[in-house]
């Protein structure tokens, strides 16, 4: 697979500290990404090329489907989500409900989907404390994008396993008239810089 692994690592900040919702707002605008879950701050450096490119396709593929009928709106991070009070998440895609635009973040308290897009220094974090923290939030639907394996694994609300798709995603968010759908090695492939 051509997903170039980075050399900067996630960074946890230590247990002995429990961060607050504000002090993560004070901290600098220097273009990494801060999340909070649970007390504990998760620091990852900016998003390689790979990375956005997957996110972006996601994206475009995302917004075309959901304009159709406006059920719901797509958005793609930085953004500070508390869906629980003092957790800041910032997922790489994310569908708010409904189709209106939220003006602040602090409006956000629901999702129907979040999407991350796996890279070597978020992957446990990704794989185990995002997903059972969108779990407990209520998210509709979780999916974690693997460029390496070229699956995505999704999670339900209210299922306990994870589906690991290799071939077709469908998604029907509520009042859709039509699912979403995604050739998932299709997928991969145009993002892929051959």
């Not at 602040?104 to 991350?116: F, I, N, Q, R």
Request: glycine share 6%.
């Amino acid at each position: 697979m051509h997903f170039r692994r980075r050399a900067e690592q996630t960074m946890h900040m230590p247990a002995t500290h429990r961060w607050t919702a504000a002090a993560v707002r004070a901290l600098p605008d220097d273009g990494k990404r801060y999340e909070l879950i649970g007390g504990e701050l998760l620091v990852t450096p900016a998003p390689g090329s790979p990375h956005q490119e997957i996110v972006g396709e996601l994206y475009f593929r995302l917004r075309q489907y959901l304009d159709r009928d406006r059920v719901a709106h797509v958005m793609m991070s930085p953004a500070d989500i508390e869906l629980e009070p003092g957790t800041i998440v910032q997922p790489d895609v994310f569908v708010l409900t409904g189709a209106r635009r939220a003006r602040a973040w602090t409006e956000v308290k629901e999702l129907v989907l979040a999407c991350e897009v796996l890279s070597p220094s978020t992957a446990r974090y990704d794989r185990v404390t995002k997903r059972r923290f969108f779990a407990r939030a209520s998210v509709g639907e979780y999916w974690v994008l693997d460029p390496e394996a070229e699956v995505i694994e999704r999670s339900v609300r209210g299922e306990p396993r994870i589906e690991v798709i290799v071939d077709q995603l469908a998604w029907t968010p509520a009042g859709s008239s039509s699912a979403f759908t995604l050739d998932v090695a299709e997928f991969f492939r145009a993002t892929r810089a051959d």
